[in-house]
Antibody, heavy 121, light 107 residues
Framework: EVQLVESGGGLVKPGGSLRLSCAASGFTFSSYSMNWVRQAPGKGLEWVSSISSSSSYIYYADSVKGRFTISRDNAKNSLYLQMNSLRAEDTAVYYC??????????????WGQGTLVTVSS | DIQMTQSPSTLSASVGDRVTITCRASQSISSWLAWYQQKPGKAPKLLIYKASSLESGVPSRFSGSGSGTEFTLTISSLQPDDFATYYCQQYNSYSLTFGGGTKVEIK
């Protein structure tokens, strides 16, 4: 069964840092582009960042560029999101999502269950 | 960035109704559009990709159409399990963007 499990969320003060992890199983992780998508409480979905299978291509939303860093460890079947200089508006559930196809499709399936990040003093 | 505008934002319908949701892109995205369904407290689920391709396991009452800047998601006969929020997403270019969502409520 294909599975994505996020961890690392929690409460952090403005200006602080947090590192999210996503553990993948049930598929050949190294063959797929991976993504982070977030959802603020009661709001819609916002794409955050994408990384290609070999980490050759990395993209960020303007809202997080320069503050967040996406990375992956194919040997550990894991995806990461290092979040620095956190702001109140970064408060959201963060989802890890796989590209549906190994050809870097740009649409996402499956998704993890999400991890909540709360930025508050 | 390409902006995606969904309408309506909320839709009230009854079981058995035909439901149509529209998504408009601020510039042409060819057929690079996906539709997702999200239920409260759950992760989104892929329904449609490449504007009109039905994801495996998704009921055939769901269909997608359109190209360029205007797209629609149609549910031919609304079922109780379909009450949820629906999002479109473009993948023509990075930055990827989602529409604001359409909540389908029970009438």
């Amino acid at each position: 069964e294909v599975q994505l499990v996020e961890s690392g969320g929690g409460l952090v003060k403005p200006g602080g840092s947090l590192r999210l992890s996503c553990a993948a199983s049930g598929f050949t992780f190294s063959s797929y582009s991976m993504n982070w998508v977030r959802q603020a409480p009661g709001k819609g979905l916002e794409w955050v960042s994408s990384i290609s299978s070999s980490s050759s291509y990395i993209y960020y939303a303007d809202s997080v560029k320069g503050r967040f860093t996406i990375s992956r460890d194919n040997a550990k079947n894991s995806l990461y999101l290092q979040m620095n200089s956190l702001r109140a508006e970064d408060t959201a559930v963060y989802y890890c999502a796989r590209d549906r196809d190994s050809s870097s499709s740009g649409w996402f399936d499956p998704w993890g269950q999400g991890t909540l990040v709360t930025v508050s003093s | 960035d390409i902006q995606m505008t969904q309408s309506p934002s909320t839709l009230s319908a009854s079981v058995g109704d035909r439901v149509t949701i529209t998504c408009r892109a601020s510039q042409s995205i060819s057929s690079w559009l996906a539709w997702y369904q999200q239920k409260p407290g759950k992760a989104p689920k892929l329904l449609i990709y490449k504007a009109s391709s039905l994801e495996s396991g998704v009921p055939s009452r769901f269909s997608g159409s359109g190209s360029g800047t205007e797209f629609t998601l149609t549910i031919s006969s609304l079922q109780p399990d379909d009450f949820a929020t629906y999002y479109c997403q473009q993948y023509n270019s990075y930055s990827l963007t989602f529409g604001g969502g359409t909540k389908v409520e029970i009438k």
